[in-house]
């Protein structure tokens, strides 16, 4: 089964008190890199959440943002710091008196300092922080479900490459059956332009090494390699759980195969044919980068 490493999802839990909305964005990436967005509350359970997360999905870069709020409970505790709004005041009297400045000191100016306020910090319980890993897992499940259906897309094309690469090694082969005796034929003609005078020339001889060129020149050996290259690449696209890295080396010998094919031929369809896969096999390495 392929999966496309781009995705969303989205996902929400509850338990009466506590309520999870957690979203998901995932794109391409080498690695599983897995970049987290959560309230302090969560802050200790960090590492549990990335197993879990890791538990699911193997690559890609994942953006996962974490919202908590309890439901139908007060607010936390916010006090105040008598000691240091007392400082803060004593700072601002003793600027007011350095920049001869007039204005009263208003409470616009007090609340600005964050510091002078501090928030009780709830501890979440195990059985409340399986309601976050209950959103976490959903969200996942939605995310899988949209890889999957980008990868059902991905597979149809590259089963669309894939057949376009076997139609151009079908004329390949068939212009390939007469190509040895083409060759040795037209090594023979350039020899004679060559040489004005046959005179000291071992034709016997000429002709065991020009049969010996034309037979360097044939491209049946790489035919049945890239065609069974070709036949394992539809194997991994159909029965593989994690092709891309299997068909990313695969779409490399394939690759070296067509390049031998284009430079062994005389044939200037084999040559053009021969591109048309090196062009289908490109295109083929570009999708593979959006396979998890």
Not at 67 to 85: M, P, W, Y
Not at 151 to 165: A, P, Q, Y
Not at 207 to 227: G, K, S
Request: proline letters at 1%.
């Amino acid at each position: 089964m392929i999966l496309s490493m781009t995705g969303y999802g989205k996902g929400t839990a509850s338990n009466g008190k506590w309520q999870a909305d957690v979203e998901v964005k995932s794109i391409n990436s080498r690695y599983l890199e897995v970049f987290l967005k959560y309230p302090p509350l969560l802050a200790n359970k960090e590492y549990e959440l990335r197993e879990l997360i890791k538990s699911k999905i193997r690559r890609g870069k994942l953006n996962v943002s974490i919202q908590i709020k309890k439901n139908g409970f007060e607010d936390e505790a916010v006090s105040l710091d008598e000691s240091r709004l007392k400082n803060y005041l004593a700072l601002i009297k003793k600027i007011k008196k350095s920049a001869k400045i007039t204005d009263k000191i208003k409470l616009d100016h007090i609340l600005m300092s964050r510091d002078i306020f501090s928030a009780s910090v709830e501890e979440i319980s195990e059985s409340d922080f399986e309601v976050i890993k209950k959103s976490v897992l959903l969200s996942l499940d939605s995310l899988m479900q949209m890889k999957k259906n980008e990868g059902n897309e991905l597979e149809k094309d590259l089963k669309k490459r894939i057949k376009s690469i076997e139609k151009y090694l079908d004329l390949i082969e068939k212009d390939a059956q007469p190509s040895v005796g083409e060759h040795f034929a037209k090594y023979k003609e350039k020899v004679k332009n060559l040489l004005e005078d046959n005179a000291g020339i071992n034709n016997d001889r000429l002709e065991t090494e020009l049969a010996m060129m034309a037979e360097r020149a044939d491209i049946t050996e790489e035919c049945v390699r890239l065609r069974s290259h070709i036949k394992f690449l539809l194997s991994s696209v159909d029965k593989e759980e994690d092709p891309g890295r299997k068909l990313n080396f695969l779409c490399q010998e394939m690759n070296r195969e067509a390049n031998t094919i284009s430079a062994k031929t005389l044939s200037t369809a084999i040559t053009h044919n021969s591109v048309h896969i090196k062009e289908e096999i490109e295109r083929i390495r570009e999708q593979i980068q959006n396979i998890e």
